[in-house]
């Protein structure tokens, strides 16, 4: 059975005679060249297609012909209750205690210092100053005091600190909008003295860390601007030196200046 040689075979053993190189280049090396350059085109053309759809999606995606004036979802959400600047000032009843020891290495933790109040009654309040971002959320700073009398001994409080309100049920809608949660961290200090010398600290807080938080209701409205109503908070401070809490009973007012 003869054998079958390709014409590449032969070109590459120089048997093929100098004059079949044209016959060569012109069955074998054209077309292959113009099969290599019809499939760059081709992908250049493909490439340049796919370039073009990719612009006119952009182009389509921002054009204003495909939004829809009225969807909802493109709304801008006007704030109802609260926006912008706020500030408030809430005030009530305490019912608390401290103990702990005074603010010096050489007596904390010996029992012949440590001094417990027992519980006393008095006021507790605080103010805060904030920004309400939504109509269920409000940040700010606070800044809180409070005063025990506890029989022989008085306690004094302050703190300074973060100041955080939200109204997790706003979304059920009427009166539930105006229910709200907050809490209050930051630093604080407080002494106990002797109610006959009160220049005498049975307990020193130095710096303590301080945590609150409490339930209010500001159903109570005047307008669009002014809102208030009852709250029940805790607030509790601690360190190496002083344990002191009291729970507070009152009335809190809260005004949203900017609130149309």
């Not at 507070?248 to 949203?256: F, K, L, N, Q």
């Amino acid at each position: 059975m003869a054998k079958v040689v390709s014409l590449e075979k032969l070109w590459a053993c120089g048997r093929m005679p100098p004059w079949s190189s044209f016959l060569f280049a012109a069955l074998v090396l054209a077309p292959s060249s113009a099969l290599a350059q019809g499939r760059d085109a081709k992908a250049t053309t493909e490439a340049q297609k796919e370039a073009q759809s990719q612009e006119q999606g952009v182009r389509s995606l921002g054009t204003t012909d495909l939004v829809d004036p009225n969807d909802p979802t493109l709304q801008p959400v006007p704030m109802e209750r609260r926006s912008s600047f706020t500030m408030g000032l809430s005030i009530g009843a305490a019912l608390g205690s401290a103990a702990g020891f005074p603010n010096d290495p050489s007596k904390i933790g010996l029992n012949r210092y440590y001094t417990d109040s027992g519980f006393g009654a008095g006021y507790g309040g605080r103010i805060w100053v904030g920004a309400a971002l939504r109509d269920w959320l409000t940040v700010g700073l606070t800044f809180g005091s409070s005063g025990l009398d506890a029989g022989d001994e008085v306690v004094f409080t302050g703190m300074v600190g973060f100041h955080v309100e939200t109204f997790p049920v706003y979304f059920l809608g009427g009166a539930w909008r105006d229910a709200g949660v907050m809490l209050d961290a930051g630093v604080a200090t407080g002494i106990v003295t002797p109610k006959s010398d009160t220049s005498t600290l049975l307990v020193d807080g130095g710096l303590a860390s301080a945590v609150g938080g409490g339930l209010f209701y500001e159903g109570i409205r005047f307008g669009s601007k002014l809102a208030m109503g009852p709250y029940l908070a805790y607030d509790y401070r601690y360190n190496a030196s002083i344990r002191s809490g009291e729970f507070i009973i009152g009335w809190r007012t809260a005004i949203y200046p900017r609130q149309k």
